[in-house]
């Protein structure tokens, strides 16, 4: 990636801030940016990323492929504005009850987002851009447990570790959801059918515990699992983890 392309790729980000023109390259451009990244979230929200291409949103826009470059500099650097575009969808609550409170709301803002753009859990993320959205959302996050009693470095981590535990919960209810499509039949749907074959190979009494807990998961999900209500739990536990930490926190007093 060249220099001039970042210099470009941060420009693009922040153009509202800055306000510089939309299209600073070759003639008059028939869109603005903003029209380019709704075209980009609408292709990646229908065909996922491996198969998005600058051609595609191109010819959703219908312009010729080498046109769509005078808008964003590479595919990658539009996914980068995507992403930044997207997180400014829902907007930040002002933030209200216990930092527990808040930062489920923190959680699922996030939870909802990879739900509506699922192509977001195929991201490279280990170098965001730092977008005006993201910034706002990071900061707001980090509102959310201002003056509960962790250091700066627990802050980060403690949002990092909500947003890692939520991203690696909604791909995998994600992930569920869409073999269910594809295969055209539901979890219980499924067990109807191969109940049988596993009563063969695992008579009763081969797995006692394994047997009473999926017995008890099932009747309770009617699924294999419940996505909504592991993440819930997962989230609870995580709370319970940090409100015993700061509850036990060595008091710097006398």
Request: proline share 6%; aromatic share 8%.
């Amino acid at each position: 990636m060249e220099n001039g392309d970042v210099d470009r790729t941060l420009t693009l980000l922040w153009r509202r801030t800055l306000g510089v023109p939309q299209g600073s390259r070759g003639p008059k451009q028939r869109f603005s940016v903003d029209e380019v990244l709704q075209a980009g979230i609408a292709v990646a929200d229908e065909e996922g990323l491996p198969a998005f291409s600058m051609r595609k949103v191109a010819d959703r826009l219908g312009l010729k492929l080498m046109s769509i470059y005078t808008y964003v500099p590479s595919r990658d650097e539009l996914i980068g504005l995507m992403v930044d575009e997207v997180m400014g969808e829902p907007g930040l609550p002002p933030h209200e009850g216990t930092w527990r409170e808040r930062l489920t709301v923190v959680a699922r803002q996030m939870w909802d987002e990879f739900h509506r753009h699922p192509w977001l859990l195929q991201v490279e993320q280990s170098r965001p851009w730092i977008g005006p959205n993201g910034s706002d959302r990071y900061e707001w996050q980090l509102a959310a447990i201002e003056g509960a009693g962790f250091t700066d470095l627990e802050m980060d981590q403690t949002i990092t570790l909500i947003g890692d535990f939520t991203t690696a919960s909604a791909r995998a209810d994600v992930a569920a959801r869409r073999m269910a499509e594809q295969s055209g039949i539901s979890d219980a749907e499924w067990w109807a059918v191969n109940a049988p074959v596993l009563d063969r190979l695992m008579p009763p009494g081969a797995y006692p515990i394994s047997g009473r807990v999926g017995t008890a998961a099932g009747e309770e999900y009617n699924a294999v699992r419940d996505s909504e209500r592991s993440f819930r739990f997962g989230l609870d536990r995580i709370f319970d983890g940090l409100d015993h930490m700061l509850a036990t926190r060595p008091s710097n007093d006398g």
